[in-house]
């Protein structure tokens, strides 16, 4: 039997190689495929056909569109991950619920308190005139401006309103709990 040297500078013939190259291509089959592609010719694989991840595969599964990207970093992401990132600015985030759905927005920075956000509550005072001794407890509601009550008390006599006072500077006030500030972007593509 030749060696390969030999079998290797051997001359053949048209119909011989012919023959060798039909008798190869019947040994793979023609209805397998590799990754979707048919095998009836040579295919070529990427990195995703074998399951490698690269850096486009990567962001895809570990930051898909929609994806939030937090850090002290101020450098945009699409600069090391690829992408489309818009930055958030001056908001906390909240997890979305039933009560909150995803991407809504709301709340504000500072609040000016309402009446109707104010504690139940009252305010108490005593009132007495003329030859009534004892006063009856007052207690003020509510009312706009000035509080202004008609006083209700035991004994005889007469009597006049009770107002109350204003107090505070109706400015706004802040509720944020404590924070740490990050930079924080939300993949759009």
Known sequence: MADAYEIYNMSHTGEEI???????NAAVP???????????????LS??????????????YVYPVGSIYMSVNS???????????AR??????????????????????????TQNELPSHCHAGLYWSGDSTNGTPINLNGGTGN?????SWTGGGSGSPIYTGFTGAD???????????????KRTA
């Open 171 to 185: 400015a706004a006030h802040n509720n944020m709990p404590p924070y740490l500030a990050v930079y924080v972007w």
């Open 75 to 85: 450098t945009n992401p699409a600069s090391f991950l690829g992408g489309t990132w």
């Open 147 to 151: 509080v202004y009550l008609t006083p």
């Open 30 to 44: 023609q209805t397998r495929t590799v990754n979707g592609k048919a095998l009836s010719a040579d295919i070529t």
């Open 18 to 24: 012919d023959a060798a190259v039909d008798k190869a």
């Open 88 to 113: 958030i600015q001056d908001r906390f985030l909240l997890a979305a619920g039933s009560s909150y759905s995803a991407g809504s927005t709301g709340g504000e920075a500072t609040h000016k308190i």
């Open 47 to 60: 990195a995703k056909d074998v399951g490698a991840l690269v850096k486009s595969n990567l962001l895809d």
